[in-house]
């Protein structure tokens, strides 16, 4: 059946000649307008592309046609351009979570809200201003595991795109990233290793450090070591509290996050071995 939209061609795999030639000539036979086109080939020699087009096609046809053109070991795919579905996980902070329930209502964000999960009812009032569902899971006296069974079955009545761990304070188990490759978003400080476990502002103020920032990254079985998105840092000095590093390390964190989600919402982000290349 035609599709007349915009859509996005994501394309990566060994470099080889031609291949810009091949994909976009496949792209004017179908009389398909492009947009706005990025690629950029790796030291290994890894190619990747990303094109915005638009037009009206069959979107089989045009799949097949790209794939009997490009050779083997190309990875393609095309995904209309439309806002993603999510879920937020949250705990008790309450300032990631602001800010994007404020890009939300406001179409800032690239995304539709499905739900908040949270392991406390601490957010609820905040969410429930917003029109949004909240799910309060507990995570006590049950396992892990269990914890993340009865969130598991609170996500199958929405089918997220993406998780987004907006200050979510517990460490997810292997099975359950495995449900999620590549699409849970987290947002850390980025004292990370140096200021590990608790009160890392504390830490960092005990230490003198001259700047704070925060890391946004997928989240993959290794704690906090997932292909990083987005990342910034803000200049401190000792006249900073550590109170002070911490009000100031959520303005940045928060910031961070949602740079990091439109680049995954526009489908900006590729994954190389542990490394983003953004386009």
Same mark, same amino acid.
């Given at each position: 059946m035609p599709t007349e939209t915009r859509h996005i061609l994501l394309m990566d795999g060994p470099d080889s000649t031609g291949l810009i030639h091949r994909v976009t000539g496949v792209l004017a036979h179908y009389n398909l307008n492009i947009i706005r086109n990025a690629e950029y080939v790796s030291p290994d020699r890894q190619f990747f592309m990303r094109t915005e087009f638009e037009g009206s096609y069959?979107?089989?046809v045009l799949s097949d046609n790209l794939k009997q053109t490009l050779p083997p070991g190309i990875n393609l795919r095309i995904n209309p351009k439309k806002k993603k579905n999510i879920i937020v996980f949250v705990t008790k902070e309450?300032?990631?979570? $602001? %800010?994007?329930? *404020? =890009? /939300?209502?406001?179409? %800032?964000?690239?995304?539709? !809200?499905?739900?908040?999960?949270?392991? +406390?009812? @601490?957010?609820?009032?905040?969410?429930? &201003?917003f029109g949004i569902p909240f799910h309060y899971v507990t995570h006590e006296h049950k396992t892990r595991e269990e914890h993340e069974e009865a969130i598991t079955r609170t996500l199958s009545i929405y089918e997220p795109e993406y998780i987004v761990l907006a200050k979510y304070m517990r460490v997810l188990t292997p099975s359950f990233v495995k449900?999620?490759?590549?699409? *849970?978003?987290? !947002?850390?400080?980025?004292?990370?290793? $140096?200021?590990?476990?608790?009160?890392? /502002? =504390?830490?960092? +103020?005990?230490?003198?450090? &001259? *700047? !704070?920032? $925060? @890391?946004?990254?997928?989240?993959?079985?290794?704690?906090? %070591?997932?292909? *990083?998105?987005?990342?910034?840092? &803000?200049?401190v000095d000792h006249r900073h509290t550590a109170a002070d590093m911490a009000t100031e390390g959520k303005d940045v964190e928060k910031i961070v996050l949602s740079q990091a989600l439109k680049l995954v919402f526009n489908d900006r982000v590729f994954i190389h071995q542990n490394r983003t290349i953004i386009l």
């Open positions: 069959d979107s089989a309450h300032h990631c979570l $602001a %800010e994007l329930l *404020i =890009r /939300y209502a406001f179409n %800032e964000l690239d995304a539709d !809200i499905l739900a908040v999960v949270s392991n +406390y009812n @601490t957010l609820q009032p905040l969410v429930s &201003k449900q999620f490759p590549n699409r *849970i978003v987290n !947002i850390h400080h980025s004292f990370l290793p $140096a200021f590990m476990g608790a009160s890392p /502002y =504390r830490q960092a +103020y005990d230490r003198g450090v &001259k *700047i !704070i920032g $925060a @890391t946004a990254h997928f989240v993959n079985n290794d704690l906090d %070591e997932g292909p *990083i998105i987005a990342q910034n840092i &803000k200049e």
